[in-house]
């Protein structure tokens, strides 16, 4: 799915860079490293110093590699403020505490370039229900155009509200052949509210009862 939404921008003509917090061996660091076009750059931050090189090598010189605590990135990620609103792609997969996922958020509420999408890791994981909690805080209390407009059983997807019909078109009009694409062709979407102050949808493995690409498609 995380390349599915990186290919998509790709022929949108979305640009940015791409940032992840929480690298740990960089399993998907690669992934997001190479859909990198153009001069873009990805930016890699994790609390300690993890990283398998091989995972990057394929495109080590577009890679900013920083030993840091995500806590601490305002002030020591080198010309932070410059980089407000420059990334197309911010995906958080650090300590998953409250107070830090907050701050994560937070972040990437800052950088995110327009038509950008944020991946929260280990969303619906409830070994850290923190998680959910302080993101659905930070949705809810703070003035922010942030909303989910996707989930799964691993991540929630994030856009601004701005970009809310765009990514849905694209649940609706490609996100399943994307998967397909991909040897993941047995999915579904689901969506059992018309509440517009949540407007997400949830992707899924159909199980073998069922029939269709949709849930509740009424």
Excluded: W
Excluded at 174 to 200: F, H, K, N, Q, V
């Amino acid at each position: 799915l995380v390349d599915s939404l990186l290919c998509l921008q790709n022929r949108a003509n979305i640009s940015g860079n791409i940032l992840e917090m929480g690298v740990y061996r960089g399993r998907s660091a690669a992934l997001l490293g190479r859909r990198l076009k153009g001069d873009e750059r990805l930016t890699l931050v994790d609390i300690g110093d993890f990283l398998d090189p091989n995972a990057i090598q394929p495109f080590r010189g577009r890679v900013d590699y920083h030993i840091m605590s995500t806590t601490r990135m305002r002030e020591n990620l080198p010309n932070y403020t410059a980089k407000k609103r420059s990334y197309r792609f911010v995906h958080i997969d650090a300590s998953h505490r409250f107070k830090e996922t907050y701050n994560e958020l937070s972040i990437a509420d800052q950088m995110l370039a327009p038509r950008g999408v944020v991946a929260m890791d280990d969303f619906t994981n409830l070994n850290f229900s923190q998680n959910i909690a302080a993101i659905m805080k930070y949705l809810y209390t703070e003035n922010t155009q942030l909303r989910i407009f996707l989930v799964t059983d691993d991540k929630a997807y994030l856009c601004r509200t701005a970009d809310l019909d765009f990514y849905t078109d694209f649940i609706f009009g490609g996100l399943l052949s994307e998967m397909s694409a991909r040897s993941e062709g047995d999915c579904l979407i689901a969506r059992t509210d018309c509440e517009p102050e949540y407007a997400a949808f949830y992707l899924r493995y159909r199980r073998d009862d069922e029939t269709g690409h949709l849930y509740a498609p009424d």
